[in-house]
Structure formats: C-alpha cells, structure tokens
C-alpha cells in the first residue's frame, strides 16, 4: 500500500509511541474536548437539530477522524460551515433523510480519497476559500438572532439570509431582554476572557456562568431542558436509515454538498495544522478518513463532521503529538456526556448563541480581506461575488462559481503573458542573432505557456508574418508549454505558409512540446526542426539563402 494511503496513526506507532507523548496527548486532547463540548451543541442547535446530535458526531466523528485520517492533529467534529445544509437537510428529507445524507457522503468522500482527488482540492483559489468563509460567518450569525434576541416567533423563521432577516424585523418587539444579556455577557465574557486569560476554556466558562447566572436568578428565558428536555446519558445504539431507490436519489445533492464542503474545509484545517506544526499532511488519506467518521456518525445519529480549524489549532498549541489526542479528545466528550448531562438541561439557548456568535466573528478572515483588496481587482471580485453567492443564493453555487470566476481570470492573465516578438526585441542567452542581409528571413519568438487562452491572438500576428517572409523562423526556446488548440493554431499558420512557398523552421522546441506539436501533425516532412537559432541560419545558407534575419513590427 502506497504511504499515502497509510492512516497516520500507522506511522506514529512505527515511530514509537512513549509515556510522555501519551501525557502531552492526554493534555491537549481534555483541552480540545473542553472547547468543543459546548460549541458541538451549540453548532447541532442551529443546525436545527438536537444537541446531542452534535456530541455524537464530534464523539464518534472525532473519533475515527484522528483513528484514519492523514493528520497528526487534525480534530474532527460538527463546524459551522454546514449549519446551512443540514438546517435545509433536515427540513427537506427529516432526521432520518439527513442521516442518510451524511452516510451517504462518506462514502463520496472515501471514493474521492481513493481515487487521489485529494490534491486536486488545492486547486480552489484562496479568493473563494476567504468568501465562502466569509459568507458562512454572516449566515452564521443571522441563524442565531433570534435566539440572541430571545424573539417570541409565531412559526419557523425562513431559511434564506434576506428572508429571514425580513421576518425577524417584524418581530423585534418581542425582545426578550433577559436572553440579550445573557448573549451579550457570554460574548463579552469570552472576549475577555480571550485577551486577559487566553489559555483558559473561555467558551465553556462562559456558558458555565451563563447558566449559573439563569439558573440562580430565574431568568425567563429557553434553556436545552424547555427547548430539547435535556441530553442522554449516553450514546444511541448504531442504526441504518430506512433505504430505498428513491430516498437515496433525493438526498443524493445534499450528500454531494456535505462531501465537497467537508472535503474542503477538513484539508484546509490539515493545511494549518501543518502552517503551524512544519508536518505534512496524507490529503488522500484525509478524505478516506472523514469519509469513515461521517458513514459511523451517521450511524449513530451523529451530524455532518469535518475538520475543524480552531479545534485543530487549539489541539496543536496545547502541545499534541499524534492523532491520539483526537481520539483521547473524543473519550473525554463521552466522558463529560455520561456526567454532566443532567446539568445541560439548564444551559440558555441564548448563551450558546453567543457561543456561535463569536465563532462566526472569528471565521471572518479580515486580514485576508484587506490583502486581496489591496493586492488585485480580480481577486476582490471573486472574493465578494463568492459572499454574496454564498450568503444570497447557496453555498455550492458561489463555491462553484468563484471557482469558474478564477479559472477564467486566470486564463486571462496566462493569456496576457504570451508574447510574440522579433528577434531582437529580447536578449538571447547562448545565441546569436542572425546576420541581417537577407530581407525574406525573419526570425521571431514565442514566449510564455502558449495555449487556448492566447491561440486566436498569436494566430492572427503568425498569419500576418507568415505573408511576409519566404523563410520563416520560430523561436520556441522559452515555451514550455503548449496545449492541442495552440498547436491546432500553429498547424494552420504552417498550412498557410506553405501555400506561399514559405519554409517554416522551428527553433529550440522543448521535447515535450514537440511530441504534441508531432501529434497535432507538425512533423519533419512539415517543418524543420532545429537546435538552436545558430542552426537555424546554418540550414537557411546552406539552402542558398544568406544567413539572416529581419525582424518586422507587430
């Protein structure tokens, strides 16, 4: 089996596996299980779910995310980049549909390792990543308004972003004034706690005093035991969704999205893991192992589960070694389920909206932003209509679209860097340039990756050098690169030349380049291939013309 494929787990254990690295993953995997205890709730809540819905994905999830995946401190769990879906899951299919759904997208995900797709997801520019980042934050902190505000809603409030804030304005004189301090002290409070004690659980102290301040003052306001009556002691025993054709082809979209989404988010939380550690990553390995954590999460009724990049980070700064603080960060979750369940009952809804209300505050890159405005108008369009697709439309369809938005942007700026130009319009590094005494020569160069982008422009300039000249020399030294439709273009230019009685020669061609120029039929009995410009003018003097070169405008 390729080392790629190897769960990093596998490696850890060959390298050795001591007391002391035990205790520092014992360390910081209690310190992870403390951050993520409150937020896996909260996350499940406005996912529209259960909140043991959300322990047991970062439990099991969790689990088998650091068991499988290609990580040493990968923390995997319920993020808040798929509040959205599952909301809008589990509204379309119910429980049982969004089970399958997540079931479903493992599976995906497994497939994808399997078939290296891993790397591929490198590709998505950093200009959609910090949009639909951005975007999820904004629609992150419109789910939890109302709760925020503790709104007395007649039904259920609309999904949309401008939908739902349409609908909760008609209703802000139903503020609950009790619920907005408690939001705004657990906000205040973790900020606080952030600059003044920043290696304290800062989330869970402050749901701690939030409810310690609801409970001993009798505040009027929703709590886990009115809203959900409380958490099991436990996890649920392991159950398949009912199957069938037609509710797998239903859920089949969102399963599709889980997959992209987790895919995404998991590597790039990989990738900061290694920012800040100096490892490296299995990208295929990665998705393999969220593949099996989503498929077990499901089973056990767990939501969607991914990496998650403020856990991994914390994982690493608490001073992990392996993946064994995941899966110890995991036993912890279980542990503090089978003992403070009781206690969750009195947690405020509003407390734990807090809690995501300052999570989506800090998955606003704002750094990042201010340096892609700055740094280019493209990137800045892409950024922002990637926001506005996510927060207004859906998160598939900017994600899919910033991406098609850089590739054509892209393929633009490639496109611009083309050139052709005489001869001595640059300097030749090993070559000399040839004599100039005979007028029909004329030598000119093509540089950059010349490819479709940029093959109708330099057709059009090669037709009209062609016309002028009876030996035509092309410099292909500094193209590294050339695509069918470049070379589609090229043929025609020689097709044509050869109608005037041109000789084409071509100088300095890569032998990967010349192996697609043969194949789109530019082969010796065509043109004549040569080493260099020296060469070049060796051929044209021997065929009775005089060794030279006149380079024309373009």
């Known amino acids: 089996m390729p080392t790629r494929l190897v769960p990093k787990t596998v490696s850890v254990l060959k390298e050795g596996y001591g007391l002391s690295r035990l205790k520092a993953d014992t360390i910081s995997g209690l310190t992870v299980a403390i951050v993520a205890l409150p937020l896996s709730m909260a996350i499940a809540i406005a996912s529209g779910v259960s909140p043991d819905r959300g322990l047991y994905a970062a439990i099991i999830g969790g689990f088998f995310v650091s068991l499988f995946g290609g990580s040493r401190h990968q923390i995997g769990g319920p993020a808040g980049a798929f509040i959205v879906l599952v909301a809008a899951s589990a509204e379309r299919h119910g429980i049982d549909g969004l089970m399958l759904a997540v079931i479903i997208s493992g599976l995906i995900m497994i497939a994808a390792g399997y078939l290296r797709l891993g790397a591929y997801i490198r590709f998505i520019p950093y200009p959609v990543t910090v949009g639909f980042t951005a975007g999820i934050a904004i629609i992150i902190f419109a789910s939890q308004l109302s709760a925020i505000l503790g709104l007395d809603l007649p039904g259920k409030e609309p999904g949309p972003f401008a939908d739902k804030v349409a609908y909760l304005s008609q209703f802000v004189g139903t503020t609950n004034f009790a619920a907005l301090a408690i939001a705004v002290g657990t906000i205040a409070l973790i900020i606080a706690l952030r600059k003044l004690r920043p290696g304290w659980p800062g989330m869970l102290i402050a749901v701690a005093v939030a409810t310690l301040a609801a409970t001993l003052l ?126 969750a009952r009195f947690i405020p809804l509003a407390a734990l909206a807090g809690v995501l209300a300052v999570v989506a505050w800090s998955m606003v890159e704002k750094p990042a932003i201010r340096a892609l405005f700055r740094s280019s108008r493209g990137d800045a369009v892409i950024l922002t209509v990637t926001l506005l697709l996510v927060v207004f439309r859906d998160l598939t369809e900017g994600i899919v679209a910033g991406f098609a938005l850089g590739a054509v942007l892209f393929i633009d700026r490639m496109g611009r860097d083309v050139a052709v130009s005489p001869y001595d319009d640059y300097n030749a590094k090993t070559e000399h340039p040839i004599v100039n005494t005979d007028p029909d020569t004329i030598v000119y160069r093509i540089s950059g990756a010349f490819f479709f982008g940029a093959a109708s422009t330099v057709g059009s300039v090669l037709d009209r050098i062609a016309d002028s000249a009876k030996n035509f020399v092309l410099d292909l030294s500094d193209v590294s690169y050339i695509d069918s439709s470049a070379a589609n273009v090229l043929e025609s230019t020689i097709r044509r030349a050869h109608a005037r009685n041109v000789r084409v020669l071509l100088s300095g061609v890569d032998p990967r380049v010349k192996a697609i120029l043969t194949a789109n039929h530019i082969d010796e009995n065509r043109v004549t291939y040569c080493a260099d410009l020296d060469a070049a003018a060796a051929i044209i003097g021997a065929a009775g013309g005089a060794t030279a070169a006149q380079p024309a405008d373009t």
Do not use: W, Y
């Not at 009912?242 to 399963?255: F, G, H, R």
């Not at 393999?288 to 089973?299: D, E, H, P, W, Y």
């Open 218 to 343: 009798h505040l009027p306001v929703e709590t886990i035991g009115s809203q959900f009556g409380g958490l099991p002691r436990g996890l649920q025993s392991p159950s398949v969704p009912a199957l069938s054709v037609e509710k797998v082809i239903s859920v089949l979209p969102d399963a599709f999205a889980f997959a992209l989404l987790g895919s995404i988010e998991s590597l790039l939380s990989a990738v900061v893991a290694d920012g800040m550690t100096g490892r490296r990553h299995r990208s295929n390995m990665e998705l393999i192992g969220q593949g099996v954590a989503n498929i077990a999460s499901g089973f056990f009724g767990g939501i969607c589960v991914t990496g998650t990049i403020a856990r991994t980070a914390t994982n690493v700064r608490a001073g992990a070694t392996s993946p064994f603080s995941g899966m110890l960060h995991a036993a912890f979750l279980l542990v503090f389920m089978l003992v403070a369940a009781p206690l």
